[in-house]
């Protein structure tokens, strides 16, 4: 079991992530808009399940990793640092794109709604690094089992997730019409969730090394 604080403050880290726009939420509110209600949930589906894969993975990966290679986890901090900051970058760059400036998509069947959205997932760089870079500083000796506190921080991140998403992919029309309306909403959006990142990538740059 991790420490009360680890987890809240790996929720928090999952709710700052979820509500940053990236390939699953511009898939869902694409099809949301584009298909309706019902579709965008049929996708939150198959990117529900892609969230499962890479909990599983990741925490068996992570597992091995941290209690074979001493350099492991600072390699990981690294690059997801790195990421983080390309991610803050997009946000906050001259033109940086909104969510809810989409393409028109054709409509699929169910079927293929769902593993596009299970594929949308794993093919998403921000959930690797999610799983893979910072859910390893969540993790504590004194907890317990280290597989164990991985499975339960993972499951933690999907309920976040997969909530969030829900109310987005039912709201998305409305959301849409908000911010077309109101540019400054969206400007204020990318700055906000700019900083957020950009402050937890120098946060991850700047911690101790475990070894």
Do not use: H
Request: glycine share 10%.
């Amino acid at each position: 079991m991790p420490e009360y604080s680890n987890l809240l403050a790996f929720a928090l880290v999952s709710l700052g992530m979820v509500i940053t726009p990236g390939p699953n939420m511009m898939y869902l509110i694409s099809r949301s808009i584009c298909q309706g209600k019902r579709a965008g949930l049929i996708s939150l589906a198959g990117v529900a399940l892609g969230f499962v894969f890479y909990m599983l993975c990741a925490a068996l990966g992570i597992t091995t990793l941290l209690l074979a290679i001493p350099y492991a986890y600072d390699a990981l901090r690294i690059g997801g640092a790195a990421y983080l900051l390309y991610l803050a970058w997009q946000a906050l760059k001259p033109g940086g794109r909104s969510p809810f400036q989409l393409r028109e998509l054709t409509p699929d069947s169910s079927r293929k709604l769902f593993m596009m959205g299970f594929l949308t997932n794993l093919l998403n760089p921000k959930i690797a690094v999610m799983y893979l870079a910072l859910l390893p500083q969540f993790l504590s000796p004194a907890g317990g089992n280290v597989l164990s506190q991985s499975l339960l921080l993972g499951f933690t991140q999907i309920l976040i997730s997969v909530s969030v998403n829900a109310i987005i992919a039912l709201s998305a029309g409305s959301m849409a019409a908000f911010l077309v309306k109101r540019p400054a909403w969206g400007v204020a959006q990318r700055w906000i969730m700019g900083s957020v990142l950009g402050g937890l990538a120098l946060k991850m740059l700047f911690e101790k090394p475990r070894y």
